[in-house]
């Protein structure tokens, strides 16, 4: 009989999930909840934090109101949380202004002129301030303006009053554990994309004095850093009763969303690979070591396995891109099609792509449709179609987007297996991308790898935090994780495949090439 489930909260950027799980990593039921994005001229997005915790106990109270499970079996809340966000609170634990998300940019001029200001440059860092920040932690502030460090900057040098009356300045997850438990926390992981920790021994990470300098981010407004795994203690009873739980359950640290996704998708073994495909996408693994390729734009950042690093890597656009193919070309809004997108859309998309060969008929789109991070990192390369012909159909066009996805996967693994000096046999497969069975097997195809379909690949994040606090605990450890994740189907290379999309790829990657330049005339800025 299992005696111990999680109430575990993911918060995206859309909204909350609040899901209940079992120690054996079995997501019995979830309820999900909006909240809204307010977005600013200038790169502007933010989002309120009353309203992450009002939707937030909305969902636990209708979950709960299922009676799945006896209250008392609910021995710990842990929270993950979109990550590379900034909330100012105060010592009161209120929040002074919305939580700046990690879509916000406006920050990008500031950590410009606090990385810059040296003859000798290197993509746009002083190159001995670069040395040095990958030194202490594999990477460096970006230059975007998305990073958390960025956030801070911003508000430092345009809301000067918000600043001095900030407390502390807090992950968007770190700021729920304060809800819940009244303390200013963070942990290793979750503090990373301040990029003013010292990384280099995982169990000993702390602000580092010159690094806090050279931002000019005062140490007393971050919060004590802790590990992933520590518990930080029993719920506030106000907090308790907001999300109709008991008294006296304990809060887990957690860990951000990208963190938590590692976790529930089993791959916690070092060199174990996982690949996530959502609304954008990332392929990354567990590793002993500290590493950073400048080339490829990736580096080991903190894991939520205390000693462990993953490596950090995002490719822009995946899962999106099918939406936007829904949304803004085929079913769009419009005088012609007011109704737009049918509810089964992605259903018809998969029968649709299925009747058309592999390769559609030479027909290749890019999904860059906002730049891209990794393997390259360029803002300005933009996406569509290669190669159209008066025999394109939309079923085309559909299956072009899903293997275009994974060309640009396999680009990735690509760089993921040159960085940690190894090939990878098969692949967990996580996201929404994941539910698609044909979008499996084209991954399978395009990557000559086997492909391993998780369980509820959607709930990965929720499970991966409740396998956490069964770790943080004492019901398991990390190594049996693995155990606990279900895999609902392997998807095997089909070889007849193999000549088409070999040859596809490479004309993918000469896209690219061929137009990086056109792509920098027409989008750059200034």
Known sequence: MIDFYVLAIDLGTSGPKVALVSEQGEVLACEVEATELISFEGGGVEQNPDDWWKAICTASKRLLAKNIVPLEKIQSVAVTAQWSGTVPVDEKGKNLHNAIIWMDSRGAKHVAKAMGSSVLKFQGYDVTKLAHWVMLTAGMPGLSGKDSIAHILYIKNEKPDLYANTYKFLEPKDYLNLKLTGKFATAQDAIALHWVTDNRDLNKVYYHPSLLKTMGVAKEKLP??????????????????????????????????????????????????HLYIGTSSWLTCHVPFKKTSPSNNMATIPSAVPGKYLIGNEQETAGYSLTYLRDKILFPKDALTPQGA????????????????????????????????????????????????INTTRAHLIRAVMEGVAYNSRWLLEAVEEFIGRKVPFINMIGGGARSDLWCQIHADVLNREIRQVKEPVEANARGVALLAGVSLGRFRFSDIKNRVAIQKTYTPNTAHQGIYDTLYAEFKNVYEAHKKIHKRLNKTH
Request: glycine share 10%.
């Open 224 to 273: 004590e850093i802790h590990l992933s795994t520590d518990v930080l203690g029993d719920i506030l009873p106000n907090a308790a009763k907001d999300l109709g739980i008991l008294e006296g359950t304990k809060v887990v640290m957690g860990t951000p969303d990208v963190h938590s996704a590692a976790l529930g998708s089993g791959a916690v073994d070092d060199f174990t690979p």
């Open 342 to 389: 049918p509810a089964n859309a992605y259903q018809i998309f998969n029968e649709m792509a299925a009747v058309i060969p592999a390769g559609s008929d030479k027909l290749i789109f890019t999904p860059w449709l906002v730049g891209e991070r990794t393997p390259v990192e360029d803002h300005t390369i933009r996406g569509g179609f290669f190669n159209m012909s």
